[in-house]
């Protein structure tokens, strides 16, 4: 009986033994795995995919801003062609008068003048047809001195003029001076003059333009 006791109590402390007991090996084998898994973590090649992921993000936006772009650089509208002439119509004639010459007939040229240059540079663009009025653009510097160019528009796709905006000085005796606002137009040679409308100075000599 107590043979039989000590064999089993041997093979029992045996069997404890073996299960507490971890060989070098696989201590070696689970220290090369975390290393490994650690490297992984730090690996440029394995950094360079997930930056690579980065990148394809970035690219797909850069992509859509491209396409906004695109949309942004379609053509004028009509609309938008007619209101970018007229603005810089508008700088012009204001140029074209001068600080000393606007101080004193600004407000009757504003109310006399503009609305019809703008109403002939909506007959212009509205009859240009398909899309060549997004080729139209207000060309040439007003002159100084005595000269009657107030500015030109211009296809600049065909690379000649439409019309040529001009204002005139007339002295009419006993009436005084006048400024003669006027333009001409390329379909007849810039030969006739299309009246815009005039307005009054004073009796005295008007400064020279753009003084």
């Known amino acids: 009986m107590k043979l039989w006791f000590k064999k089993i109590s041997i093979v029992m402390i045996t069997f404890i033994t073996l299960g507490m ?8 084998t689970n220290a090369d795995g975390a290393k490994g898994l650690d490297d992984s973590d730090s690996d440029p090649d394995l950094s360079s995919v997930s930056d690579g992921e980065g990148d394809l993000d970035d690219l797909e ?3 859509d801003d491209l ?33 000393k010459i606007a101080r004193q007939v600004e407000d009757d040229v504003l109310s006399a003048i503009l609305p019809n240059i703008e109403e002939v540079l909506n007959t212009l663009v509205e009859q240009a047809g398909d899309s ?19 500015f030109n528009i211009h296809d600049s796709e065909a690379n000649e003029d439409v019309a040529k905006f001009h204002v005139r000085r007339d002295n009419r005796p006993k009436n005084g001076y006048w400024f003669n606002f006027h333009y001409h137009l390329s379909s007849d040679g810039f030969e006739e003059h299309h ?8 009796k005295n000599t008007p400064p020279k333009w753009m003084s």
Not at 195 to 202: F, N, P
């Open 21 to 28: 007991f971890i060989p070098p090996t696989y201590l070696d």
């Open 67 to 99: 396409t906004i772009d695109d949309d942004l650089t379609d053509g004028e509208s009509l609309d938008e062609v007619i209101e970018r002439i007229t603005e810089e119509a508008r700088e012009h004639t204001l140029k074209k008068l001068g600080p």
């Open 195 to 202: 009246e815009l409308g005039e307005v009054y100075w004073d």
């Open 132 to 150: 060549s009025y997004q080729n139209f653009v207000v060309a040439e510097e007003p002159s100084g001195g005595y000269g009657e160019r107030i």
């Open 61 to 63: 936006l850069n992509e």
